[in-house]
């Protein structure tokens, strides 16, 4: 039987976060995903008069592909996915894997070869078609959250289909307030860091890039941060899960990095020298997602959380920073993660995980999730 939720979820994707037209090619990227969620992501697109191709991969298989990466193999699947890609108009992405760490015995330096090769297909589809990449809800996944499955299965359910129109709405003053916004202070246990986002500008994520949603976010120019920050949500990042992560900046780059793995985190941002500076700032208010997970699509989505970015810039708010690294690290500073405040400009604007401006507190989780 078929689950109605795999139905909404499908039609969500399609008709609001990709807006598929006709005659649209698209391209479903399924990676350990249910057939029957694959079969209404197909159904979907063709209602809408789209033409979908699947791609189904396995997170087992891909792993033994990039542990002997080379240069030849990376560039083949370069050239072959940019082939495929260039071919789309949009990208929906849902990754589901038993084992979030099924990389973590691949070499450091095959996943920055690999990573550095096929840039430009991700550069692609980034920047030239219609895309959304979101999460499955495997066991692995609820055990990382804390939950059991048929609980974490419905807070997926939740929040990947709430009332994205609405979120958006609230965020029009924060994407605003970024857009003018110059210098920014973030305050907190650990943390006392200073930037420049001038003339960068802001993106809302309101459901069209990623599911689940809820973000708006801008860039640091580039050599503008100063200061350090701790972070206090646990991140995975090539396969291994790193935690407490400290950066010390100076002039925009990272002079010093510590972790419970401080010799791969060092490795990981010696990758390429756009590893060291940052590609994005961001502010996060997703009023379903309370806890990390070490799934950077929900983590970063956290109610009173922010997260800061070493490496490549999105197009959208560039600060001409390239790098083969694009790794979002959260902070969350609601009072019972120890508190924190953002400061626009010398204007508080958030407080303990909380806005504080009155145009900025439809934000808060107990009006989106009125």
């Not at 039609?11 to 057939?35: A, C, F, K, Q």
């Not at 589809?125 to 979101?134: A, H």
């Not at 990390?292 to 997260?307: Q, R, T, V, Y």
Request: proline fraction near 5%.
């Amino acid at each position: 039987m078929n689950d109605p939720r795999y139905t909404k979820l499908a039609r969500l994707l399609v008709n609001y976060s990709t807006r598929i037209r006709r005659g649209d090619r698209v391209l479903l990227d399924m990676i350990e995903v249910p057939d029957e969620f694959t079969v209404e992501l197909i159904r979907a697109v063709r209602a809408a008069g789209g033409t979908p191709l699947v791609e189904v991969r396995h997170t087992r298989v891909s792993r033994e592909l990039l542990r002997q990466t080379d240069p030849k193999h990376a560039t083949l699947v370069r050239d072959v996915e940019l082939f495929r890609m260039k071919k789309m108009q949009a990208y929906i992405a849902v990754r589901g894997s038993a084992n979030m760490n099924e990389n973590s015995d691949v070499p450091s330096e095959r996943m920055a070869l690999f990573s550095r090769v096929t840039r430009p297909v991700l550069d692609w589809r980034v920047n030239k078609t219609r895309w959304c990449v979101l999460r499955w809800p495997t066991p692995g996944l609820a055990q990382s959250a804390g939950m059991s499955t048929e609980a974490f299965e419905n807070l997926y359910f939740d929040v990947c289909t709430m009332d994205y129109r609405r979120m958006a709405r609230a965020m029009i003053p924060l994407w605003k307030r970024m857009k003018r916004a110059d210098r920014v202070h973030i305050k907190g246990p650990g943390t006392d860091l200073t930037f420049s986002i001038k003339g960068i500008g802001a993106k809302m994520c309101d459901g069209k890039l990623n599911i689940p949603d809820g973000e708006v976010f801008s860039c640091p120019v580039k050599n503008s941060v100063n200061g350090v920050i701790q972070f206090n949500a646990p991140t995975i990042y090539s396969g291994t899960r790193f935690e407490n992560v400290r950066l010390v900046f100076k002039d925009g780059k990272i002079v010093e990095a510590t972790s419970n793995h401080t010799r791969k985190l060092n490795e990981i941002l010696d990758t390429d020298p756009g590893a060291r500076y940052t590609g994005e700032f961001s502010l996060g208010f997703n009023p379903y997602i309370l806890q990390p997970m070490c799934d950077i699509l929900f983590d970063e989505k956290i109610a009173g959380s922010l997260h800061l970015t070493p490496g490549q810039a999105y197009a959208e708010c560039d600060n001409g920073n390239r790098s083969a690294v694009h790794w979002d690290m959260v902070l969350i500073q609601r009072k019972d993660w120890g508190g924190g405040e953002i400061w626009f400009d010398g204007e508080l604007i958030r407080k303990d995980g909380l806005f504080v401006p009155r145009d900025l507190r439809p934000l808060n989780p107990e009006n989106l999730k009125r």
